[in-house]
């Protein structure tokens, strides 16, 4: 195999170049205590939730949108597991991808019945959500000592979650490159006065993208609730920066109709290690807000600036 | 008036008069009615203290946003320039000085690294400013290490950019009344303001006529930043001292109060005065919840029932008018 063929694979490209995660890996290599089993389960738990909401995010930019509320809902999600937790995990379960379900159809309302930009319906649904919740919990986290509960986090030597995380990743691989639906999400990101004209139903393919982003974050928010033991009103401040850059590191575009889960989860892996890394070498929490920032907004200007040199 | 029905302004009227000034009345005998405690002069004026703040900030989102774009940074703006301020920390008439320009020029600065971001880059720009956003607060909790400024002498001349009242009218209502008639005239008098109108109505069009897109554009984004920053200096002379980590949200609210005034969020219609009415309003439902004992998390909830709304409301309208 000549090596041009070889770089021009989209796994080598995954793994090396959009983004440089082997480079990472090896440079994290250097740092005590990276590739310990310790570390490797926080990094695979941490993972997993945020992958959740990173897989939603992609399908919702793919069909050229933008989810600014996962991280509100994903609180939400953990609040409401945790209070339905009286009447039977399933409820619990059920109530809080429910909830998730609820904010994301009610994004989708806004953003195809009342024509509003993506970007102001789910930033005035992250205000509601987050106040909502904060209403509902007098800001105070509320907390569950249901070992039913906190075993969704159990798991050995690999969690439950990241099994959720790789279940739902092949789902959504199959549904957006196998299936008809998944044609019509990258046709509708793409151009949708052609898509509309050509029979899809635009409206309600835009709906489900975020139906389906509003679930995955409420299952995320379970997820990390049991993780934690706590539903915390205050959490996921930086979740969408985090989705949005995996995504966006993983060749989806603001533009729509571009993006892969395959790209997504190496963008997230390299987000989830370089977090890692910081919180290994001991940095307070504000590093981390300015690295990803700065990540954030070096991959909307390389965005911006890929879509200026590509001719029109 | 002619060349801004020209320019294509319609903001929701009532006879002739913007919509929002009646809802401006309506709320305050709503909030008369109330609470008694409401109309008591020392209320009235933590009511104008609180627009104020976010009513700098917001005046700022409003020129943006006439042109098109969101500046979701201007939160992170307001404390990066709070601390700054203080942490010049003005002892002498000079330092004070230094500490309200340093900070203001540093906003600016900002903007125009959103602006260039935006308008030459074409990226998006709530994507941009919501990086930008984290960027300056990870960086000033870094500078400060996360603590709280408390500088122990401050200069008196510097406190009384805040504290001084003319008239009994304390200096920064005074300060915000004088930049919504600037600002007014800005974009209704001169040639930088019917640019930005052309550059929000449509950019290709304005891009195609000749304008600058790119200079004028950036310059909307430098505005924004100096005012935020001005919203920060006059924080940190009022209160004396800043908690980084506890400094509050200015981009919802002001964000609330833009599109409620009446500014499309698609850009080519809004003006300052009407921002300021509708900041106006925010603020006394706000004050009416503080009394009524409703706190922080109802608030929000609250600003944000109001955001959905009047984004809902006008999306509607434009769709059927």
């Known amino acids: 195999m000549r090596a041009s063929s070889l770089t021009s694979k989209p796994i080598f490209i995954h793994l090396f170049v959009k983004p440089p995660l082997v480079p990472l890996l090896l440079a994290a290599s250097f740092l005590d205590g990276f590739w310990t089993s310790g570390n490797l389960r926080t990094l695979m738990e941490s993972i997993s939730t945020d992958g959740l909401i990173v897989i939603g995010m992609t399908i919702v930019m793919i069909a050229g949108g933008f989810d600014l509320s996962v991280g509100a809902v994903m609180a939400m999600g953990g609040v409401a597991a945790i209070v339905l937790l009286p009447f039977g995990l399933p409820i619990g379960l059920l109530g809080a991808v429910f909830a998730g379900g609820l904010a994301g159809y009610l994004n989708g309302l806004q953003v195809t019945w009342l024509r509003i930009n993506p970007f102001i319906a789910t930033l005035s649904m992250m205000v509601i959500v987050r106040g909502a919740t904060l209403a509902y919990t007098d800001t105070r986290p509320v907390v569950s000592l249901d070992e039913n509960f906190l075993l969704l986090n159990g798991g050995r030597p690999v969690p439950l979650p990241f099994l959720v995380l790789v279940i739902v990743a092949i789902l959504a691989h199959v549904a957006l490159t196998q299936r008809p639906w998944g044609r019509h999400v990258y046709a509708v990101g793409a151009g949708e006065l052609a898509a509309a004209m050509s029979g899809l139903k635009t409206a309600r393919l835009k709906r489900q993208c975020y139906v389906l982003s509003g679930v995955l974050a409420g299952l995320a928010g379970v997820l990390l609730a049991s993780r934690l033991g706590t539903g915390s009103p205050i959490i996921g401040e930086a979740t969408p920066l985090i989705a949005a850059a995996a995504a966006l590191l993983g060749g989806a575009s603001l533009r729509g109709g571009e993006g892969s889960v395959a790209g997504a989860i190496a963008g997230l892996i390299f987000v989830g290690c370089l977090i890692n890394v910081l919180n290994l070498l001991d940095m307070p929490s504000y590093y981390q807000r300015m690295t990803i920032g700065g990540l954030l907004l070096l991959l909307v200007v390389t965005d911006g600036t890929l879509m200026r040199l590509q001719p029109r | ?321």
Request: hydrophobic letters at 60%.
């Open chain 2, 1 to 321: 008036m002619t060349s801004m029905t020209a320019l294509g302004f319609r903001s929701w009227r009532i006879g002739y008069l913007p919509a929002i000034y009646i809802i401006l009345i309506v709320v305050i005998i709503g909030a008369g009615l109330t609470s008694d405690r409401f109309l008591l002069p020392s209320n009235l004026i933590a009511v104008f203290q609180q627009a104020v703040i976010t009513g700098i900030v917001a005046l700022g989102m409003t020129i943006v946003l006439i042109g098109g774009q969101f500046d979701l940074s201007t939160g992170a703006v307001v404390m990066m320039s709070a601390v700054m301020a203080l942490l010049i920390s003005p002892d002498s008439a000079v330092a004070a000085i230094l500490a309200v320009f340093i900070p203001i020029l540093a906003g600016a600065a900002v903007g125009v690294v959103n602006g260039l971001a935006v308008y030459a880059v074409r990226a998006n720009s709530i994507v941009v400013t919501i990086g930008m956003q984290f960027l300056i607060v990870g960086l000033v909790l870094a500078a400060v290490s996360g603590q709280h400024v408390y500088p122990e002498n401050l200069a008196a001349s510097f406190r009384a950019i805040a504290t001084t009242r003319i008239f009994g009218i304390p200096m920064p209502v005074v300060i915000f009344a004088a930049l919504v008639a600037l600002l007014s005239v800005l974009m209704s008098k001169t040639v930088f303001g019917r640019h930005v109108y052309a550059i929000g109505g449509d950019i290709e069009t304005a891009r195609k006529a000749g304008i600058r897109v790119i200079q004028i554009g950036t310059l909307t984004f430098a505005l924004s930043g100096a005012l935020a920053a001005l919203a920060g200096v006059i924080i940190a002379a009022l209160v004396g001292h800043v908690d980084p980590t506890a400094i509050a949200k200015y981009e919802f609210p002001a964000l609330t109060a833009v599109v409620l005034g009446g500014t499309s969020l698609s850009g080519g219609e809004g003006r300052p005065a009407e921002t300021a009415a509708a900041i106006l309003v925010v603020s006394v439902i706000t004050n009416l919840m503080t009394i009524m004992n409703y706190q922080y998390p109802v608030q929000l909830l609250v600003q944000g029932i109001l955001l959905t709304g009047a984004v809902a409301f006008y999306a509607y309208r434009r769709g059927h008018a």
